[in-house]
């Protein structure tokens, strides 16, 4: 599964309840977008790794301070944040913070700083696992990072890459460019997934990202009342889906699940994954 946790807040520095959503769904793979690694010791990654028994890699992407004493409207963030930035986490490395943010972060006294990242974890056997830097894109905020692993299921080794693309008014065509270059090297033989929180509609992965399959399929952004799919599981090789879903976790993105199997290729299943289902569905 996929989940982009907004690093527990919503846009006006809200708790959420994000990251108790993902527990309860009990992935044997999560690609977590947006993780917190706390200064102060609020740690997503020790939680997620020792309440599920996970193991996995975190990358940290950013310095970011985090708004947890928030307070807004009903909607999940300022109407403008696009545009005038949100109030909910603020990224100081490489941009400074709009006129509307430096003025709520003064009546905001109390701001957590730690770092913001992306996270691959998983209960399966893992081989390897390593993060490839993307770099950071003239126009971003952050820094970008494909995460990539080799994960074994039922004896069936397979790649599993894990990302956070940036936005198309950002440049994120030449991300993707990046990513396929990473992808063609890597071993032919060995099926991937590639999952996380892309930023991107199907229509548009079809043309930076050619020859993948989508295993997933639901709307997944914004949260709650989701138009567009942004979020993607996406399948090279064997792969033969059993069911996906949605589900609304607190985030302005819902969590997107695939349970998939390996096939043969005279349609035997090999490794077959986790059939279980959990939470609501939608899509």
Known sequence: ???????????????TGALEHLISLRPDVCVCPELWRGDDGTDFVAT????????????ALARAERVTTGHGPRRWQPLLAHLTGERGLYFREHRDLTPQQRTHRRRRPHHETGEWGLGLFTSLPIRSIESISLGRLPREKVRRAL?????????????????HGAHLSHGSPLLYRRVARIVA????????????????????LRLFLPGWTSLARARTWPAPRPHSQIDHIL?????????????????????LRADV???????GVLGQGSQQ???????
């Open 235 to 255: 399948g090279r090789g064997p792969w033969r889906r059993l069911d996906a879903g949605a589900s609304d976790g607190g985030s302005d993105h819902l969590a």
């Open 185 to 204: 090297g890597l071993d032919p033989a060995l099926p991937v997934i590639l999952a996380g929180d892309f930023n991107c509609w199907r229509p548009l």
């Open 48 to 59: 997620l790794t020792s309440r599920l028994g996970l193991r996995g890699q975190f990358v």
């Open 1 to 15: 599964m996929t989940f982009n946790l907004h690093a527990g807040v919503d846009g006006w520095g809200r708790p």
């Open 261 to 267: 199997t390996l096939q043969q290729l005279d349609g």
């Open 147 to 163: 995460v990539v692993a080799v994960l074994e299921d039922g004896g069936r080794p397979f790649h599993m890459l894990a990302m």
């Open 277 to 283: 289902h959990h939470g609501p569905q939608q899509g």
